[in-house]
């Protein structure tokens, strides 16, 4: 069954202070219409501009992920971004008083309280996925960095970290259903930073609305007394902060024995909704930063963006249609008397699977001599049918189809099993089962008022014109 989009119900605000520019901030949720997907608002601003979240519009990652358009800016919105993704929240207008979301405790928890306040609202379109069919993977060796996208029938993320302290160690984490792990799993999973990079932070600007609260500070060096003041002053808090011994400052509890790599799903899980449609696939990270997930969001988004090119090009749904025969001529070198197919109804990308439709009229050229007292359709004629419209299937790993010929190569497993003659629809079923270099196997079946009348095994050759 189809999954209908969601928005929320009514809007909703948390208020707060940004991470890193220390400003009081108050971020809004607005329910949104169908495939407006996520966008920012600055409201502090005299004239207003939509941000959408994008990967094009990444701009900054020095400290997390900065969105931009025009000088305009919104920081750290990962976090915002992985609270809508985890709770399946696919159209949202996102206001903010300020150039930052309220930080709350470092993790996600403070604004998925605050849309479960708003509800969810299902609504009429449907859910478009980006399907992957052919692994996506990005590497970094100087960071030792891989993150590799694979062919799966949902959507999951697992991430290993090692950052070679003994506080830390090697960690891994994954999660695999958004509806039942995200909202208490993993959005509550804070951000972490190395105590060495506190005074960095500090001398970059960075981290003034930060707290020993809101962040998980790893302690990677032993600091003096007067260290431990400055850093009581800076933070102003009550207490001299300890070192403690349990490698984190503080002694602070974490919430999860693998908090770390908890919360770098969840900044996987904001990072990656930049690519600007939800994805079916199974991503495996290793070592993962902000950098790194933008990377591999771009190279993701460009191929998602290359399929909606070829769809857009060649024929659309209409009247339960993905390509009429207006569509076909734009695609298949085939014309009279030889075009063996009139439209196309299915284009099944998750399972590699068409459908076309052959109507058989007694006007056709080879009734003329094939039994012309008993018209039959030839066997040969059934068969390059099928290849016609398992053809189609193959638009798909194509950049630019009209630079390419596909080749009958050869039929194996062929059977006929009952005569198609005038009047009869031929509704051809095709599935890819099989490719090596540039030739595809493809599985032919064609029935004719639910009967099936003809199938083979086909190959295919694919080469340039």
């Known amino acids: 069954m189809a999954e209908k989009q969601r928005t929320i119900k009514k809007p909703v605000s948390f208020a707060g202070v940004g991470l890193h520019t220390g400003k009081k901030s108050v971020i809004t949720f607005h329910p949104a219409q169908e495939n407006y997907g996520y966008k920012f608002i600055r409201t502090d601003l005299e004239h207003p501009i939509e941000i959408p979240a994008i990967v094009d519009n990444v701009v900054d990652l020095s400290r997390g992920t900065t969105l931009g358009i025009d000088n305009v800016t919104v920081q750290t919105v990962e976090h915002v971004l992985a609270a809508l993704t985890g709770m399946r929240i696919d159209n949202c207008k996102i206001e903010l008083s300020g150039q930052e979301p309220p930080v709350g405790d470092g993790s996600s928890l403070p604004y998925v309280d605050t849309l479960l306040k708003a509800g969810i609202q299902e609504q009429n379109e449907e859910r478009h996925f980006f399907i992957i069919e052919e692994t996506i993977e990005y590497k970094n060796e100087e960071k030792q960095v891989d993150i590799v996208a694979l062919p799966t029938d949902d959507y999951r993320i697992t991430a290993m970290i090692d950052y070679h302290n003994p506080a830390l160690g ?33 001398e970059q600007g960075l981290i003034k609305g930060g707290n020993l609260e809101n962040a998980i500070v790893i302690v990677d060096k032993d600091m003096s007394k007067d260290e431990l003041i400055s850093l009581k002053n800076t933070f102003n808090v009550p207490v001299v902060p300890k070192i403690g011994n349990t490698g984190i400052l503080n002694n602070t509890e974490l919430r999860f024995k693998n908090e770390p790599a908890r919360h770098k799903v969840l900044d996987m899980l904001g990072d990656l909704s930049l690519i600007g449609v939800p994805i079916k696939a199974q991503v495996l990270a290793a070592r993962p930063g902000h950098a790194s997930n933008i990377e591999f969001a771009r190279k993701v988004r460009k191929e998602y963006l290359k399929k909606q090119k070829i769809r857009e090009k060649y024929g659309t749904q209409v009247n339960g249609t993905f390509l009429d025969i207006n569509g076909l001529l734009k695609i298949m070198p085939h014309r009279y008397p030889f ?104 599985k032919g079946s064609a029935y004719v008022d639910g009967q099936l009348v003809a199938e083979a095994e086909l190959s295919t050759a694919v080469i340039d014109k």
Do not use: W
């Not at 039942?180 to 993993?186: A, H, I, P, R, S």
């Not at 094939?370 to 359709?377: G, N, Q």
């Open 170 to 202: 090697s960690q891994h984490s994954g999660i695999f259903n958004l509806e039942k792990e995200f909202v208490e799993d993993f959005a509550p999973a804070r951000t972490f930073c190395f105590l060495t990079e506190i005074q960095m932070l500090i």
């Open 339 to 442: 075009l063996m197919i009139d439209k196309l109804i299915e284009f099944d990308s998750e399972n590699n699977s068409v459908v076309g439709i052959k109507n058989v009229t007694v006007n056709e050229p080879f009734f003329t001599g094939h039994f012309p007292e008993r018209p039959i359709m030839p066997g040969v004629m059934i068969c390059e049918a099928m290849a016609q419209t398992g053809c189609l299937l193959l638009l798909k790993t194509m950049d630019d189809f009209s630079e390419k010929l596909v080749l009958f190569m050869g039929i194996k497993e062929a059977k006929f099993r009952k005569p198609v003659i005038p009047g009869d629809q031929l509704v051809m079923k095709v599935k890819l089962t099989g490719k090596k270099m540039n030739i595809y196997i493809l």
